[in-house]
T-cell receptor, first 110, second 113 residues
C-alpha cells in the first residue's frame, strides 16, 4: 500500500507570498494528482503528473520520480487560494482509484 | 466537463436503518469510485466499479455494498447504518484524456444518529 505524506499540514501566509506544499510517496506510481478543496466545498482536480512539471495560471506542480516527491507551488498567493490541497497517487493502471495524503490546510491572509 | 451528480446532498438517518447514496454520470465513463472523507483520515476508498456489474472492494468496505446496473449509476448502500459511518461521501469518475484524471461529485454529508 502506498503511503502518501504531505507537508506542512497547516500553512498561513500573507497575500503575495510564494507558497510551496510538498508530497512524498513510498511506492512507484503511474501518476500523481493535486486536488483543491474549499471549505465546505467539493473537490477539484488541479493537476495530474507522471513526470516533469505542469503550470496552470499561478499554480505550478513538479514531480521527481526518482525521489518519489512532488511539490505544488502557488505564486503571488491570494486569499481566494485559501483551501485544503490534497496530494493523491494512482498505482499501476489506476483502475483501483486514488490513495490520498491527509491534505495541507492553506490560509492566505490579506 | 464530465457531469457527475450525487444525491442526496445531506441526510440524517437513525442507527440501524439502511441508506442508499446515488452517483450519476452523464457520460459513459467506465470507472467510478466511492470515497469517504473524515477528519484525521483524509479520503479513503470504499468501493469502485470498472463496468456494469463489475465492482471491487476498497480500503474501508466493511458495512457497505455497491451496485452498478447501468453505466451511468453507481449506488452505495449502508446496510445498517452506524454512527461510525457519519462522514462526507464523495463519488468520483476516472476521466481519461482530460489531463486531470478524475472528476468528483459535490459530496453527500451523512449523519447517523
Amino acid at each position: 500500500k502506498n503511503e502518501v505524506e504531505q507537508s506542512p499540514q497547516n500553512l498561513t501566509a500573507q497575500e503575495g507570498e510564494f507558497i510551496t506544499i510538498n508530497c512524498s510517496y513510498s511506492v512507484g506510481i503511474s501518476a500523481l494528482h493535486w486536488l483543491q478543496q474549499h471549505p465546505g466545498g467539493g473537490i477539484v482536480s488541479l493537476f495530474m503528473l507522471s513526470s516533469g512539471k505542469k503550470k496552470h495560471g499561478r499554480l505550478i506542480a513538479t514531480i521527481n520520480i526518482q525521489e518519489k516527491h512532488s511539490s505544488l507551488h502557488i505564486t503571488a498567493s491570494h486569499p481566494r487560494d485559501s483551501a485544503v490541497y490534497i496530494c493523491a497517487v494512482t498505482n499501476g493502471g489506476g483502475a483501483d482509484g486514488l490513495t490520498f495524503g491527509k491534505g495541507t490546510h492553506l490560509i492566505i491572509q490579506p | 466537463d464530465a457531469g457527475i451528480t450525487q444525491s442526496p446532498r445531506h441526510k440524517v438517518t437513525e442507527t440501524g436503518t439502511p441508506v442508499t447514496l446515488r452517483c450519476h454520470q452523464t457520460e459513459n465513463h467506465r470507472y467510478m469510485y466511492w470515497y469517504r472523507q473524515d477528519p484525521g483520515h483524509g479520503l479513503r476508498l470504499i468501493h469502485y466499479s470498472y463496468g456494469v456489474k463489475d465492482t471491487d472492494k476498497g480500503e474501508v468496505s466493511d458495512g457497505y455494498s455497491v451496485s452498478r446496473s447501468k453505466t451511468e449509476d453507481f449506488l452505495l448502500t449502508l446496510e445498517s447504518a452506524t454512527s461510525s459511518q457519519t462522514s462526507v461521501y464523495f463519488c468520483a469518475i476516472s476521466v481519461k484524456g482530460t489531463g486531470v484524471g478524475y472528476t468528483f461529485g459535490s459530496g453527500t454529508r451523512l449523519t447517523v444518529v
